[in-house]
């Protein structure tokens, strides 16, 4: 994702959720997300074209 893209995703979210997240390998970590910033992350996958992964390998996204 380009700075220009994170940009303009963040600019778009009225009620953007700051959590802790780490990158690692080529991903976005995030532990303990609430359902409203998890359906969030989903929308804005499906923007980015990419893919939310959660713990039981459930998927989002792209």
């Known amino acids: 994702m380009s700075t220009?893209?994170?940009e303009a995703v963040v600019a778009g979210?009225?009620?953007?959720?700051?959590?802790?997240r780490w990158w690692t390998?080529?991903?976005?970590v995030s532990k303990n997300?609430?359902?409203?910033?998890?359906?969030t992350r989903c929308q804005?996958?499906?923007?980015l074209d990419v893919r939310v992964q959660g713990d039981?390998?459930?998927?989002?996204?792209a």
Do not use: F, N
């Open 4 to 6: 220009a893209q994170r």
């Open 13 to 20: 979210d009225p009620h953007p959720a700051m959590v802790p």
């Open 25 to 28: 390998a080529g991903r976005i």
């Open 33 to 39: 997300l609430s359902s409203a910033v998890i359906e």
């Open 44 to 47: 804005v996958a499906k923007v």
């Open 56 to 61: 039981d390998g459930e998927c989002c996204g």
